[in-house]
């Protein structure tokens, strides 16, 4: 009886190891995610640059891993100094991503005009702010239009520092990092902002630039 008793216990417990979750801390380049925002926007956005077709296209060299490789992950990359590069290149790979940022660029006129008057603001979230409450249905549609290919983009990012890091590109991990891309995307927008527009730092509160 008491044998029985141990081996009921020890196949609960290898249940319970088996099912465990195992959370990896992936290494988040702040710096570098974003220099690679802004190296994208100036390349995919910005008409007249040459963009993507003139850069090298580049992936992280393939490795083994194994629980070393993520100890050391972030002194391993941090001496890397064309990480942005690689993560620019991860993210050009991505058609829906390029798509969202020729998009943006396309409504980019419109959202300087909306900003330029005070009745739009970069929100804390990295997404655009109606500030006017008689903003004009057509102008809403933009905004609305943009926020939603900034979304793509800030996803676009979450899943190239994933595929930076060779972890599997599940949810646990994209809930993760998506707040951190989510971010240093809004920080660098506030960076990015225009004297007169309005910004809303990481505590929500808003001021004009």
């Not at 940022?101 to 008057?117: E, F, H, M, T, V």
């Not at 676009?156 to 971010?183: D, F, H, S, W, Y």
């Not at 007169?196 to 808003?206: I, L, T």
């Amino acid at each position: 009886m008491k044998k029985g008793v141990m081996w009921f216990t020890a196949f609960i417990f290898f249940v319970i190891a088996s099912c465990a979750v195992i959370t990896v801390n992936i290494y988040f380049p702040e710096k570098d995610v974003k220099e690679a925002y802004k190296n994208l926007e100036k390349e995919l956005m910005t008409p007249g640059e040459k963009g993507q077709d003139q850069k090298q296209e580049e992936t992280p060299s393939q490795k083994p891993e194994s629980s070393i490789h993520f100890d050391f992950i972030g002194t391993a990359y941090a001496q890397e100094s064309a990480l942005a590069d690689k993560i620019s290149a991860i993210v050009r790979k991505m058609p829906d991503v390029v798509n969202a940022y020729r998009q943006i660029g396309a409504k980019l006129p419109d959202i300087n005009r909306l900003r330029d008057s005070g009745a739009v603001g970069e929100g804390k979230d990295g997404m655009l702010v109606v500030r006017d409450n008689s903003l004009a249905p057509a102008d809403r549609e933009i905004v609305d239009t943009v926020n939603t290919s900034r979304r793509i983009v800030i996803n676009g990012m979450a899943k190239a520092i994933i595929r930076i890091n060779r972890v599997p590109e599940n949810a646990e991990n994209m809930k993760q990092v998506l707040p951190q891309a989510t971010e240093q995307f809004a920080s660098y927008r506030r960076d990015a902002a225009k004297k007169g527009w309005w910004v809303q730092d990481a505590s929500g509160n808003w001021s004009r630039k």
